[in-house]
RNA sequence: GCGAAAGUGGCGGAACUGGCAGACGCGCCAGACUUAGGAUCUGGUACCCGAGAGGGUAUGGGGGUUCGAGUCCCUCCUUUCGCACCA
C-alpha cells in the first residue's frame, strides 16, 4: 500500500527529467517532425494559471506528439524587451537587465514545477545580444531592400516630463506619470514597409485553415482593402493645388455636393492663411486634432466642421462644391479628403443635414428618380444611377468602372486599391530594446553599421530619469562613432525597435538557438518549421501574428526560409478568470500555482486546468475543481495500487477475438479500446482535451465497477485494511484484461499528469519511461460491441429499446420494433404509416 | 452602428455526419465502512404530475423544414468578443 503523495513524484520526475536532458531533440529525417510552440513569455515576474493554462495545453499536444512516434520539438524563451521593466527602473531605480534576469529565473522555476517538457537547452531571452544581434541583421537587410525607410511621424510627448510616451503610457489622454495632457511631436522615424505585403498576407488567409475563423476575419479587417478610385477636385480659381479624395463609390459622384478636409490634411494650413480670420481658422483645426486624443475614448464624438470659404470643382459636374474642414475625415486614411455624397453615405448624410448643405439623389432602386427632401437616411445601396449625366441608367457597378476609366482618360483620377493597414512604425524612444543599427554622417547619409560589427549592444545605463527623448541619446560613448563608409565623426541612431520585432521571428529562432552566423541555419528551419501547433491568447490575434507572417515573407524573400506561412495551426486559448474578473496584480484576483503545487501537486493542477473546458473557452477558476481532479488522480493511484503486483510480472497475450473472455471482460475491454480511439481523436483532431479527460474518468469508473463485481474486496474499499492484494481468484484472463486496461489508462493519462503517470508506469513493471512509451493501439475490431440497444420511437417518442445483434440488418430491426409489446400498444388500432430504420441507431414508427 | 461567436440542470460542461438531451466532474441527498470522518466505496440527483408503474414538459422566445431538430432555415431577444466615423 502506497500512499499518493504528488509532491514527491514532481520532485523525483522533474529530476530525472532534467539529469537525462528528455526533451532535446536533434534532426532527425526518417521521423515525422512536430513543432509545438506556445507563444513565449514576457517574464513579468510570476506566471499566474491563466498564462499557466496555455503551457500546460501546448505541452498536452508535445507529450502525446512524443508517444505517438514524432520527433517534437517544444521549446520556450522570453520575450525580455520592454516597457514595464524599463518603468520600473524608472519608478524603483533597478536596472532593466537585473529585474528581468531576476523575473526569468523565477517563471523558468515555475514552469519547471509544472513538469511542461520544454527543450531547455533552447531558451534564450530576446535582450541577449546573441538574439538582437540578428535583429539588426534582418533590419540591415531589410534596408537594403527598401523594406525599412524613414519618414516623419507623429509621437505622444508629455510637455512636463519633456518625453515621449508610448500609446500605452497614455492613460486617459494624459502622462501616466504625472497626468499633463499629451501632445503631439513629429519625430524622423523608421517602418516597416509591411504595405508592400498586403495583397499576400490579405489573399492567403484563405488557406489557413486551422487557423480559427475570428482570427482570419479580424486580420482581414486590420488589413482592411477596399476597392475604388482616386479623383482629384480642381480647386477653384486655383489650378495648382487640386485636392485627391479617395472614394468607393464613384457610380455617386454626381452626388458629390461638397469636399471635406480631414483637419491633418497638408492643405488646409494654406488655407488658414489665406482665409478672412486665418487665427479663428486654426483656432479650430486645433480644436478638432485635440480631440483624436482624448475624445475617441469618451464615446461618439460628435460631427463638426466648418467652411474654408473656397470651392472646388466635382470634375464630372464640373459644379463648384464648397470645401469644409470636418473632425470625423481621417488624415491618415486614403488622401485625408473625401468627396461629400450626402445621398449615399451616412455619415455625409448627417453632416449635411446639420449644416445644412445641398443633397443630391442620383442612384436609385429602379432608376426612378427621387427627391432629396423624402430621403429619411442616406441610400446606400447598389442600384441604377439617375441625373448623373450620360451615366443615367446604368448600374452602379457598370458605372464604377466606366466612370474609372474615363477620370484615367482625362488625367484626373483612376481605379485604386486602398488598405486599412499601415506600415509598421517600429521606432521607439526607449532605453530596453533592440538598438537600431544605423549611423548619421553629415557626408554619407543614412549608413548602416557593417555586419562585421554587430551587434550594436546596448551601453550599460547608471541612472533612468525618465525625461528627454530617447534615453540613449543621453549616453556620448554610444552616440558618438566613426562612419563606415567614410571614418569621420558620425552619431548613431539612438531609438530602439518595437519589441513586435522581437517576437516576429523568434520561432525560426528555436530551431538554432545558438548559431553565431546566421540567424539560423536554413536547413534546420526547413526541417522543423512550420510550427505545427502554435497557441497562444487571442489579445495577439492580429498584430504578433500578422507581424511573424509578414517576417516569414521577408525571409523567403532574403532566401533563408521557403515557406510564406510560419503557423500551420493556431490555437487562440482562452483566460481564466477569477471572481469574473481577468486575473492581474491590481486586482489582487491572482490565483499562484505554487500554491496549489504545494497542496495537490503539478497534475492535479494540469489535469483540472485540461479538464474544466474546451481550450478556447474562459473559464472561471474553481479550488473545487482542482479538489476534484486532485481525488481523481488519487482514485488511479489505488487502483494501479491495489492491482499492480498481480498485473506487474504477468505476461498474458489477449486473443484477437476475446472468445474466450467472459462477458464482464469483453465489455471491459471493449471500453479499454473505446477510451482509446477516443481520447486519441479529442487530443490529436479536436483539440477537445476536456472531453479526453472524462473519457479516461468513464474509463476508472468502470474498472473500478469491473473489480468490485469480479474481484473479492474491490480495489481500495478499505484501504487500510489487509485486503487481499490480488492473485487470489482472478483468472488469466482478468489480469489481461485489467493489465490492458491499466496500461492504456496510464499512458493516455501521463501526457495530462506526467509525473503521476510516469510512477504508475514503473510501478506496472515496465522498463521504459511513459515518455518514451508507445501511445496504445486502438484495435477497432475489440472495440466493436456485438450487442446494442437501440430504441423505437412511435410518432417521435420513444416507447421502447430492443436488444439486438449489431449486425441486425433493418428488416430485422422492423420486424423486431413492430412485435415489441411495449411499441404495440401505441400500434394497436392505428394504421402504420411509415417506418423509419436508421441502422445500428433507432427505429421509428409513424402511425396514424 | 457594423462584424463574429455563443445562449443546454444548482454550477463547469457533454452530445462526433439531423437519431435515446444532460456523458464526465463539482455541488447536493442517502447508504456502507468507521471511535470519528471534511477520507474512501456504493447508489441517487433536469423540471412537473403520480404512492408506484408510468405519463407529461424541457436545450433563450416565436415560426419553419423533417419520420425525427440542441444540431439545418427564418425571425426576435440576451450575452461576450472584435472593429468602432477607414469614405
Given amino acids: 500500500m502506497s500512499d499518493y503523495r504528488p509532491q514527491d513524484l514532481d520532485r523525483k520526475w522533474q529530476q530525472r527529467w532534467a539529469a537525462s536532458r528528455a526533451f532535446e531533440v536533434t534532426e532527425d529525417p526518417s521521423r515525422p517532425k512536430f513543432y509545438c510552440l506556445e507563444m513565449f513569455a514576457y517574464p513579468s515576474g510570476h506566471a499566474h494559471v ?100 524613414r519618414r516623419r511621424s507623429s509621437v505622444n510627448w508629455c510637455p512636463s516630463c519633456r518625453t515621449v510616451l508610448a500609446n500605452e503610457q497614455v492613460v486617459d489622454g494624459g502622462c501616466w506619470r504625472c497626468g499633463t495632457p499629451v501632445e503631439t511631436r513629429d519625430l524622423e522615424q523608421w517602418f516597416f514597409r509591411i504595405t508592400a505585403y498586403a495583397d499576400e498576407l490579405l489573399d492567403d488567409t484563405v488557406a489557413l485553415t486551422r487557423w480559427p475563423e475570428k482570427v482570419l476575419t479580424m486580420q482581414r479587417n486590420w488589413i482592411g482593402r477596399s476597392e475604388g478610385a482616386r479623383v482629384t477636385f480642381a480647386m477653384e480659381g486655383n489650378p495648382s493645388t487640386p485636392i485627391e479624395v479617395f472614394t468607393t463609390r464613384i457610380d455617386t459622384i454626381y452626388g458629390a455636393t461638397f469636399v471635406l478636409l480631414a483637419p491633418e490634411h497638408p492643405l488646409v494650413s494654406s488655407l488658414a492663411d489665406a482665409s478672412t480670420d486665418p487665427a479663428s481658422f486654426r483656432r479650430q483645426v486645433q480644436a478638432f486634432r485635440a480631440q483624436d486624443r482624448a ?15 473656397v470651392r472646388a470643382i466635382n470634375p464630372f459636374t464640373d459644379q463648384p462644391v464648397p470645401v469644409w474642414v470636418a473632425n470625423f475625415v481621417l488624415g491618415e486614411y486614403g488622401t485625408g479628403a473625401v468627396m461629400a455624397v450626402p445621398a449615399h453615405d451616412e455619415r455625409d448624410f448627417e453632416f449635411a443635414r446639420k449644416f445644412d448643405l445641398p443633397i443630391r439623389v442620383v442612384v436609385t432602386p429602379d432608376g426612378r428618380p427621387v427627391a432629396a427632401d423624402a430621403l429619411a437616411g442616406a441610400a446606400v445601396a447598389y442600384g441604377t444611377l439617375v441625373d448623373s449625366g450620360p451615366y443615367s441608367g446604368l448600374p452602379s457597378a457598370e458605372a464604377q468602372k466606366r466612370m474609372a476609366a474615363v477620370a484615367r482618360e482625362r488625367g484626373i483620377g483612376e ?22 543599427p544605423m549611423i548619421y554622417c553629415d557626408k554619407d547619409g543614412i549608413v548602416p553599421v557593417p555586419d562585421d560589427q554587430l551587434p550594436v549592444v546596448l551601453p550599460p545605463m547608471a541612472q533612468f530619469t525618465g525625461r528627454g527623448d530617447s534615453p540613449l541619446a543621453q549616453v556620448p560613448e554610444f552616440v558618438h562613432v566613426t562612419c563606415p563608409a567614410c571614418g569621420g565623426a558620425a552619431r548613431r541612431e539612438t531609438d530602439t525597435m518595437d519589441t513586435f520585432v522581437d517576437s516576429s521571428w523568434y520561432f525560426y529562432r528555436f530551431a538554432d538557438p545558438r548559431n553565431e552566423r546566421m540567424p539560423f541555419d536554413p536547413a534546420r528551419v526547413k526541417y522543423w518549421l512550420p510550427v505545427d501547433f502554435y497557441s497562444g491568447g487571442v489579445e495577439h490575434a492580429i498584430l504578433h501574428l500578422i ?205 495530462f499528469a506526467p509525473h503521476t503517470g510516469a510512477e504508475m508506469w514503473e510501478r506496472l513493471g515496465q522498463a521504459v519511461t511513459v515518455a518514451e512509451a508507445a501511445w496504445p493501439a486502438y484495435n477497432p475490431s475489440v472495440a466493436r460491441a456485438e450487442e446494442i440497444v437501440v430504441p423505437v420511437q412511435v410518432n417521435g417518442k420513444v ?19 413492430l412485435a415489441d409489446p411495449a411499441v404495440r400498444t401505441y400500434t394497436s388500432g392505428k394504421t402504420v404509416r411509415k417506418v423509419v430504420v436508421a441502422r445500428g441507431r433507432l427505429v421509428s414508427v409513424v402511425v396514424q
Fill in 50 to 149: 491563466g498564462h499557466v493554462r496555455n503551457y500546460i495545453i501546448g505541452d498536452v499536444m508535445a507529450r502525446t506528439k512524443r508517444m505517438r512516434g514524432y520527433n517534437v520539438l517544444h521549446p520556450f524563451g522570453w520575450d525580455a524587451f520592454g516597457l514595464p521593466a524599463e518603468n520600473a527602473a524608472i519608478k524603483g531605480g533597478i536596472h532593466p537587465e537585473v529585474s528581468t534576469r531576476g523575473n526569468i529565473a523565477h517563471m523558468k522555476g515555475q514552469l519547471q514545477r509544472l513538469g511542461i517538457s520544454y527543450a531547455w537547452e533552447r531558451e534564450f531571452a530576446t535582450c541577449d545580444p546573441e538574439y538582437y544581434k540578428w535583429n539588426q541583421w534582418l533590419f540591415i537587410r531589410m534596408f537594403e531592400r527598401g523594406l525599412a525607410y
Fill in 295 to 309: 475624445a475617441r475614448m469618451s464615446g461618439a464624438v460628435e460631427k463638426q466642421g466648418f467652411d474654408t470659404g
Fill in 415 to 436: 481605379a485604386t486599391i486602398q488598405y486599412r493597414l499601415k506600415d509598421w512604425g517600429i521606432s521607439r524612444q526607449r532605453y530596453w530594446g533592440t538598438p537600431i
Fill in 547 to 751: 507581424y511573424s507572417r509578414f517576417f516569414a515573407r521577408v525571409f523567403r524573400d532574403i532566401g533563408l526560409v521557403d515557406h510564406s506561412e510560419p503557423f500551420s495551426q493556431l490555437l487562440t486559448q482562452g483566460m481564466v478568470l477569477k471572481d469574473g474578473a481577468v486575473m492581474s496584480k491590481s486586482k489582487g484576483n491572482v490565483v499562484d500555482p505554487d500554491t496549489m503545487l504545494q497542496q495537490y501537486g503539478a497534475d492535479a493542477l494540469r489535469l483540472y486546468v485540461m479538464f474544466v473546458a474546451p481550450p478556447e473557452k474562459e473559464v472561471e477558476w474553481s479550488d473545487a475543481g482542482l479538489e476534484g481532479s486532485f481525488r481523481f488522480l488519487a482514485r488511479v493511484w489505488r487502483l494501479v495500487d491495489r492491482w499492480c503486483e498481480t498485473v506487474g510480472g504477468a505476461d498474458v497475450v489477449l486473443p484477437d477475438a476475446g472468445d474466450s473472455l467472459n462477458a464482464a471482460e469483453r465489455a471491459l475491454r471493449r471500453k479499454t479500446h473505446e477510451t482509446i480511439r477516443r481520447v486519441t481523436a479529442d487530443i490529436e483532431e479536436r483539440q477537445q482535451l476536456n472531453t479526453a479527460v472524462s473519457a479516461m474518468m468513464e474509463l476508472v469508473n468502470d474498472l473500478y465497477a469491473f473489480s468490485e463485481q469480479t474481484v473479492t474486496g474491490g480495489p481500495a474499499r478499505r484501504p487500510d485494511a489487509a485486503a487481499p492484494r490480488g492473485g487470489v481468484a482472478e483468472r488469466r484472463e482478468t489480469i489481461g484484461v485489467v493489465r490492458e486496461a491499466l496500461e492504456a489508462l496510464v499512458l493516455t493519462l501521463s501526457p
Fill in 799 to 817: 416507447r421502447s429499446r430492443l436488444t439486438v445483434s449489431a449486425q441486425a440488418s433493418e428488416q430485422e430491426l422492423e420486424r423486431l420494433a
